[in-house]
């Protein structure tokens, strides 16, 4: 904000990031907003799991399990910066965890507010209050892992590490499938001239193609995306704008709409953040791929190409009619 300038929280319904990665005035309005719940959570105490646990001595380093957490960092060269390098990325792999077990929470509320008689949703509190976890969590991984944009000494380590790669966080891929991505547009990713994909591709494949091709099947009618197409055919009207600013008027589903938007921003943020940060490492290092070998412009512009936007109308790169929703162009404005 400039000087002078006051915050009002319920001032506007756009959203966007600014051009710079960071939330402006009125990205920070909707982040703030605070989220109507039904029923208050009544919050009644647990006994451990484990009965003969003494909880007198169950001190914070214990708790938090931080000797064997700082021990997963086992750096291979002897590189400063390989320590942040590993850092950052198990930060990420952290929120990525934590993103899928509420995203799993999100959808199961989802069905049940989808199923219910009221048009054209039933309550989404239960919802908004873990999707909106979730997107949280998804801003501090793309406030995180742009630290490495400016390590300096990659090249100290690059060449030790062997075909670990970005391409191989099955978390994120879960992440993916949850969102609504159907396929696996990741496949062959890392094909090279001859045709042939490189280690890194098919040894994740060897370890985790069995479990990713059982997400796929799960989540086939059970994502995001396919929540978010439900709740456009219970809305009235005929064209994608003029249901959705029918949707703008019930509580419950604009909620919903803000914050699926605000996850879209942050996912299509990571793939554009880590592409950059790809190009300047290589740069850097003097190299045309990455240790995973894939082509990063190629293989990101599958993504763009088979699968945005996820929530077709709510983005930015929709110029539909506002029909008199504030914003203009798309549903939540430019």
């Given at each position: 904000?400039?000087e002078?300038?006051?915050?009002?929280?319920?001032?506007?319904?756009?959203?966007?990031?600014?051009?710079?990665?960071?939330?402006?005035?009125?990205?920070?309005?909707l982040?703030?907003?605070?989220?109507a719940?039904?029923?208050?959570?009544r919050?009644?105490?647990?006994?451990?799991?484990?009965?003969?646990?003494d909880?007198?001595?169950n001190?914070?380093?214990?708790?938090?399990?931080?000797e064997?957490l700082?021990?997963?960092?086992?750096p291979?060269?002897?590189?400063?910066?390989e320590d942040l390098?590993?850092?950052v990325?198990?930060?990420?792999?952290?929120?990525?965890?934590?993103?899928?077990?509420?995203?799993?929470?999100?959808l199961?509320?989802?069905?049940?507010?989808?199923?219910?008689?009221?048009?054209?949703?039933?309550?989404?509190?239960?919802?908004c209050?873990?999707?909106?976890?979730?997107?949280?969590?998804?801003?501090?991984?793309?406030?995180?892992?742009?630290?490495?944009v400016?390590?300096?000494?990659?090249?100290e380590?690059?060449?030790?590490?062997?075909?670990?790669?970005?391409?191989?966080?099955?978390?994120?891929?879960?992440?993916?499938?949850?969102?609504?991505?159907?396929?696996?547009?990741?496949?062959?990713g890392?094909?090279?001239a001859?045709?042939?994909?490189?280690p890194?591709?098919?040894?994740?494949?060897?370890?985790?193609g069995t479990?990713?091709?059982?997400?796929?099947?799960?989540?086939?009618?059970?994502?995001?995306?396919?929540?978010?197409?439900?709740?456009?055919?219970?809305a009235?009207?005929?064209e994608?704008?003029?249901r959705?600013a029918a949707?703008?008027?019930?509580?419950?589903?604009?909620?919903?709409l803000?914050?699926?938007?605000?996850y879209?921003?942050?996912?299509?943020?990571?793939?554009r953040?880590?592409l950059a940060?790809?190009v300047?490492?290589?740069?850097?290092?003097?190299?045309s791929?990455?240790t995973?070998?894939t082509?990063?412009?190629a293989?990101?512009?599958?993504?763009q190409?088979e699968?945005e936007?996820?929530?077709?109308?709510?983005g930015?790169?929709?110029?539909?009619?506002?029909?008199?929703?504030?914003g203009?162009?798309?549903?939540?404005?430019?």
């Open positions: 904000m400039g002078g300038a006051t915050f009002d929280p319920h001032k506007s319904q756009n959203a966007r990031l600014d051009g710079t990665g960071r939330f402006g005035d009125k990205e920070m309005a982040s703030m907003e605070p989220l719940m039904a029923e208050p959570y919050a009644e105490p647990l006994p451990p799991r484990d009965g003969s646990l909880v007198s001595a001190h914070y380093w214990h708790y938090h399990r931080l064997a700082l021990a997963c960092k086992q291979i060269t002897a590189s400063q910066d390098f590993i850092a990325h198990q930060i990420c792999e952290v929120a990525f965890h934590q993103m899928i077990g509420d995203l799993e929470r999100t199961a509320a989802l069905a049940i507010a989808l199923d219910a008689q009221e048009r054209p949703v039933g309550d989404t509190a239960e919802a209050y873990f999707l909106e976890r979730v997107v949280r969590l998804y801003e501090v991984v793309n406030a995180t892992m742009p630290i490495l400016s390590m300096r000494a990659f090249g380590f690059r060449s030790a590490i062997g075909p670990t790669s970005g391409f191989q966080s099955f978390q994120f891929r879960h992440l993916e499938i949850l969102s609504g991505v159907a396929a696996p547009y990741w496949r062959g890392t094909r090279d001859r045709g042939e994909v490189h890194a591709e098919a040894e994740f494949d060897r370890r985790y479990q990713v091709a059982g997400w796929l099947a799960k989540h086939r009618e059970h994502n995001l995306a396919h929540y978010y197409r439900r709740l456009l055919e219970r009235t009207g005929a994608v704008q003029t959705l949707l703008f008027t019930h509580p419950g589903a604009t909620c919903l803000r914050l699926l938007f605000r879209e921003q942050q996912q299509t943020h990571f793939h953040g880590h940060l790809a300047r490492q290589l740069a850097m290092v003097g190299a791929a990455g995973g070998g082509a990063f412009q293989y990101l512009a599958r993504y190409r699968v936007p996820l929530f077709a109308g709510l930015p790169e929709d110029e539909g009619a506002s029909a008199g929703v504030p203009g162009g798309s549903i939540l404005g430019r």
